[in-house]
């Protein structure tokens, strides 16, 4: 499955973002999917994951309270409501695909789209 990230930009603390990823092939409906982010300098970090019924979003507790995941399996698209940003949060957003529930680590997803940048200025 190929991925395609898009929604980034520059936004100020305490505004929000909404980012999207969309998924091509018929199977996008099989995969949890994941967001990924990764500063300048720091490893790739795990931000959210959905299942692939749309169930169960589970979070890092970094974002917890303000993002918030979701996905359209008609649309083959899973998004990331970023509200409340911070600084913090800047970094390149990655989205991901994969069968193991739930993967917070890099590795445990197969596919994974460009990355789109969030740049939150304070």
């Known amino acids: 499955v190929q991925l395609q990230a898009s929604g980034g930009g520059l936004v100020q603390a305490g505004g929000s973002l909404r980012l999207s990823c969309v998924a091509s092939?018929?199977?996008?409906?099989?995969?949890?999917m994941a967001w990924f982010r990764q500063a300048p300098g720091k490893e790739r970090e795990f931000v959210a994951a959905?299942?692939?019924?749309?169930?169960?979003?589970y979070y890092d507790d970094s974002v917890k309270g303000r993002f918030t995941i979701s996905r359209d399996n008609a649309k083959n698209t899973v998004f990331l409501q970023m509200n409340s940003l911070k600084a913090e949060d800047t970094a390149v957003y990655y989205c991901?695909?994969?069968?193991?529930?739930?993967?917070?680590?890099?590795?445990?997803?197969?596919?994974w789209g460009q990355g789109t940048l969030v740049t939150v200025s304070s």
């Open positions: 092939g018929r199977t996008f409906s099989s995969y949890n």
């Open positions: 959905i299942s692939r019924s749309a169930g169960n979003p």
């Open positions: 991901a695909a994969g069968s193991i529930w739930v993967g917070t680590r890099a590795r445990q997803y197969d596919y």
